[in-house]
């Protein structure tokens, strides 16, 4: 299938419609139509649900901009750039690594130098109109902002959830009574200024994710319901090899997973991939190879989806180690470790800042003692190899050099230890899962669209249908929608044109069911169910179409057969 195709059937039943289009349009944006935006919705609920209710996750909503240190702290300012090229003939931009795909291994990886010499010996032209291309050089991709007016303060829209989540690291522990593992959650919108966003919803400059970031002791990545599922297999695909399906537990003993928090929670997003809709035969979790994984990682898998587009990343799932937590630690100063208790206290040697107050004195007198006491609460990795930090003592803000104090090793009696949690981080693209979904759910017979979709999704549940607009029959339909959608369960009523063309409207739309009142209806009280992928047809009494059709929509029956179990069929 290709994909203008879906997304023409998506621009023409409301489920997306390119970002203003009245002025021409602009690349990388997208508005959800209703049907886009209740489908967009119903799959990020499905997700809270498994993340929040089921695994007891906290939900956070952190502001979309957040202050230059905190992408300072993260990499993002130093890091977070691709490489383009200008194309000399008709200026467009092009993504360099995207035009030596195919000619290299992994070219995200290698320098610019590199690329370009690539590029040049393969005679790359510009694909739009085979113009000679300038030579590579690297972009930052965060939209940058003022945060004030006069000396305003440098900004960011953020390029991802993840680093609110971070920061609150403190917080987040002392809300879950400070036991590990603890994890938090966030919905919501990202942000990044793509070079060249012409994939439809694979590649936007804004964009919407599910992230999850989970704590975990170091020593102790594990997750407590991995046991209930460790037996359940996956279709793996380990550092470039071909696909293989292994048990949870397998793959973890013979680390090919390295550990079972991680297996957990790529279990978990396969659960959630099948739930919603998308193919089992074509989805696959593949390894980053060495070569591509962030220097951080000790391991990532993708998620990824067969689509017009080539396979195509959905998830990402990677221990990140303390990677995050200690760069938001040595560069704010916060304390955000946590603390093991011991079950006897040991003497243990850690490192601590040990103030110098005959240096001090000197500088800063009667402030002496209070700076020393901050110095003292600090972390180590948050002054080591500066030459001064920030301190604020009652309101007061003071430079303190590095010749103040000087990082010693302490041998003491403790009762328990800090340490930096490490963390396990699953981040769902919202807008690419909802294109493969879609595209997944899409066939067409006799030139015949439908989508079929999960009743756990699918924008409208149910349609509800009049046979005839007269003899009380509309009457009644309008009745049983009514009914269906004060139980908070979308439906639609439609009572134009001939049946057969109502049911196909509904069939394209990944209607699960429709619900026809017919003249049979004004006689014994029952209606007809349709089901969208078999055609099957049921009658049932109307006072069932609404728990019927919540099990639909529930996505715990798939047709009204399935529905009707222990109900009694008329």
Not at 47 to 67: H, K, M, N, S, T
Not at 214 to 230: A, M, N, Q, S
Not at 555 to 565: C, I, V
Request: glycine share 8%; aromatic share 10%; net charge negative.
């Amino acid at each position: 299938m290709e994909s203008q195709e879906l997304l023409s059937l998506c621009r023409r039943r409301g489920f997306l419609w390119p970002a203003y289009d009245i002025y021409g349009g602009l690349a990388g944006f997208y508005d959800y139509g209703p049907l886009g935006a209740s489908l967009k919705h119903n799959i990020e609920a499905h997700w809270r649900r498994l993340y929040v209710f089921d695994e007891g996750l906290q939900e956070l909503v952190c502001p979309l901009i957040a202050p230059e240190p905190v992408f300072k702290a993260s990499g993002h300012l130093d890091a977070f750039a691709d490489m383009y090229v200008e194309c000399k003939g008709c200026g467009e931009s092009h993504r360099a690594d995207h035009l030596a795909e195919g000619l290299v291994d992994n070219p995200e990886a290698i320098s610019e130098e590199e690329l370009g010499r690539i590029l040049d010996e393969k005679a790359v032209k510009c694909p739009l109109c085979k113009g000679d291309l300038t030579a590579p050089r690297r972009f930052n991709l965060m939209f940058k902002t003022a945060i004030g007016a006069g000396s305003a303060k440098p900004g960011y829209m953020r390029p991802e959830t993840a680093q609110g989540m971070f920061v609150n690291f403190s917080q987040i522990y002392r809300h879950g009574r400070e036991k590990l593992p603890v994890g938090a959650v966030q919905l919501g919108r990202a942000f990044r200024n793509e070079i060249s966003p012409r994939q439809g919803l694979v590649r936007l400059r804004e964009f919407h994710q599910m992230e999850a970031e989970i704590f975990f002791h170091p020593e102790r990545k594990t997750w407590p319901r991995y046991d209930g599922v460790k037996s359940h297999v996956l279709p793996l695909a380990p550092n470039g090899a071909a696909v293989t399906d292994m048990s949870l537990e397998d793959a973890v003993a013979s680390k090919t997973i390295i550990n079972e928090a991680l297996a957990y929670f790529m279990w978990l997003t396969y659960r959630f991939a099948l739930d919603i809709g998308l193919n089992p035969k074509r989805i696959r979790f593949r390894q980053h190879e060495r070569n591509e994984m962030a220097h951080y990682a000790a391991d990532c898998w993708d998620l990824e989806a067969e689509t017009a587009y080539g396979w195509v990343e959905l998830v990402g799932i990677a221990d990140r180690g303390c990677y995050d937590v200690q760069a938001h630690l040595r560069h704010s100063g916060a304390d955000l470790t946590a603390f093991e208790r011991f079950e006897q206290p040991r003497e243990i040697t850690r490192e601590v800042i040990s103030p110098r107050f005959d240096v001090m004195g000197k500088l800063f007198k009667g402030d002496t003692k209070a700076l020393a006491e901050k110095l003292i609460e600090m972390a180590p990795d948050a002054v080591r190899g500066k030459d001064e930090v920030a301190i604020e003592v009652n309101g007061d803000s003071f430079t303190v050099p590095s010749s103040c104090y000087e990082i010693i090793d302490r041998t003491e009696k403790a009762s328990g230890e800090k340490f930096v949690p490490h963390v396990i981080e699953p981040s769902y693209g919202v807008d690419r899962i909802l294109y493969a979904v879609l595209e997944h759910a899409y066939s067409m017979k006799d030139e015949y669209v439908t989508l079929s979709l999960e009743g756990l999704v699918a924008p409208f549940k149910a349609g509800v249908f009049p046979l005839m607009s007269r003899d009380g029959l509309d009457e009644v339909a309008q009745e049983l929608h009514e009914s269906l959608m004060s139980n908070g369960i979308a439906a639609h009523y439609d009572e134009s044109g001939s049946i057969g063309r109502r049911y196909a409207r509904m069939d394209e739309v990944g209607t699960p069911c429709c619900v026809t009142v017919d003249y049979r209806t004004m006689e014994d009280g029952t209606v007809t169910l349709r089901n969208r992928d078999t055609k099957e047809q049921v009658r049932l009494s109307r006072n069932e179409v609404v728990e019927t059709v919540r099990k639909i929509a529930e996505g715990t029956h798939r047709s009204p057969s399935d529905a009707l179990d222990g109900m009694k069929v008329v």
